[in-house]
């Protein structure tokens, strides 16, 4: 594990990589809840504490469980049914501990159980930090670091579309292209921006 | 014999996947960079919404009704698996083209969209052709915008070279072309919509 190691893994998470911008995770919540603010940062909460979490039991999974008895094949089973469990224990746990923070994101944690971002996360880790089914040096480590920025970089995106949004509340803006569309478009022109980091070389 | 008809007709225009319920965008962009690869990724997700809505609607009696979100997800994970596997061996090109999603078929809504609203409450025939539709209308919602990426994007179609001295616009086969394009089309068939009513 070195740093240089670290730092690549951070800048191509966030910006050259940016899980939505670049690669499309999670796209249906960024439409869906981007239009204010507030909620937009809460489910930027809970994804990221679900994605790292997903991160860390798919690794022990995938290293303990599917590796040894020769059952990679099945990740996509395992680790969708590892993820779902995953939320819906999450979801229980903050109801009966904090009611405040349930409201707060509650109605969103359901939703992350089919938010490509997390099982996209898992299967990442597994195919960058496992070579033939030995993990690379630092492998846990790099995979719950990767998860973390995944979440991070959601989490820009998330900010940036759902300011964006909030001020364009007082912009006319052609019936045909309300919602929806005029989303996509400025999420084109937030993506041309962070095009812009592809260009750093390590 | 005509309502099975309708099932299959709707799910093409009147409730395209893509551009009227606006689901399972993830691997639309992603994967629309080349036709062949948006040819591939549609049949894959047709079989797949097929395959899991005809299980489900022959299990729905069996299913409890407050755990059935895992019980669909188990069960369209095992088709995901088939394809996969399939992919892997037979075109491991368009294996390596598609990455990463093709695992996340699981977690496209339309799949699992369908489940929920059609099959679990439909008989068996009913949800077959209903998962044809869905998939032939994923299918060709993901060639006109790969089509529309990869002629504007390298002057190609299907990999043939189309115009001579056409030169490429790049940014079309990069991720801002496929948010550009797929929210120009989204504008263009409200346009349409609001012609015709």
Not at chain 1, 37 to 65: E, H, N
Not at chain 2, 51 to 70: A, E, M, Q, T, V
């Amino acid at each position: 594990m070195n740093p240089s190691q670290l730092i690549a893994i951070f800048i191509s998470a966030v910006f050259i990589h940016n899980v939505i911008l670049s690669r499309f995770l999670g796209l249906c919540s960024f439409i869906a809840i981007s239009k204010e603010t507030r909620p937009a940062l809460a489910m930027s909460g809970a994804v990221t504490f679900v994605i790292t979490f997903s991160s860390i039991i798919t690794w022990f999974i995938y290293r303990y469980l599917l590796v040894p008895f020769n059952l990679t094949y099945l990740r996509t089973i395992f680790f969708i049914l590892v993820i779902a469990t995953f939320v819906q224990l999450v979801e229980m746990v903050i109801r009966k501990i904090s009611p405040a923070l349930y409201r707060a994101f509650g109605i969103y944690l359901p939703l992350i159980t089919v938010n490509c971002a997390v099982l996209g996360v898992a299967v990442l880790n597994v195919d960058m930090f496992f070579v033939n089914g030995k993990p690379v040096a630092g492998s846990f480590f790099y995979s719950v670091f990767q998860g973390v920025c995944v979440g991070f970089g959601y989490t820009l995106a998330m900010l940036f579309m759902s300011g964006i949004r909030e001020r364009l509340d007082f912009a006319y803006v052609p019936k045909a292209m309300r919602e929806f569309p005029l989303a996509f478009v400025i999420a084109a022109i937030m993506s041309m921006g962070f095009m812009g980091f592809s260009g750093f070389r390590f | 014999m005509k309502k099975i008809f309708a099932e299959f007709l709707k799910g093409i225009i009147k409730e395209n996947p893509t551009f009227v319920l606006v689901l399972g965008l993830c691997p639309t962009l992603a994967v629309s960079v080349t036709v062949s690869n948006g040819i591939g990724m549609g049949i894959a997700a047709t079989f797949v919404v097929v395959g899991s809505n005809i299980i489900i609607s022959l299990i729905k009696g069996f299913i409890p009704d407050r755990i059935r979100i895992p019980c669909f997800i188990v069960v369209i994970a095992t088709f995901v698996t088939i394809v996969e596997m399939t992919m892997k061996t037979y075109s491991p090109l368009l294996y390596r083209a598609l990455g990463i999603y093709v695992p996340l078929i699981v977690v496209n809504c339309i799949v699992l969209g369908r489940a929920e609203a059609y099959a679990q409450k439909n008989s068996v025939l009913n949800s077959l052709f209903d998962g044809l539709g869905m998939g032939i209308g994923f299918t060709l919602a993901l060639i006109l915008i790969s089509a529309i990426r990869e002629i504007l994007g390298s002057g190609k179609f299907l990999g043939h070279l189309l115009f001579k001295g056409f030169e490429p616009i790049f940014l079309f086969g990069m991720p801002p072309g496929a948010l550009l394009v797929i929210g120009l089309l989204l504008g263009l068939f409200n346009l349409l919509k609001k012609e015709r009513v």
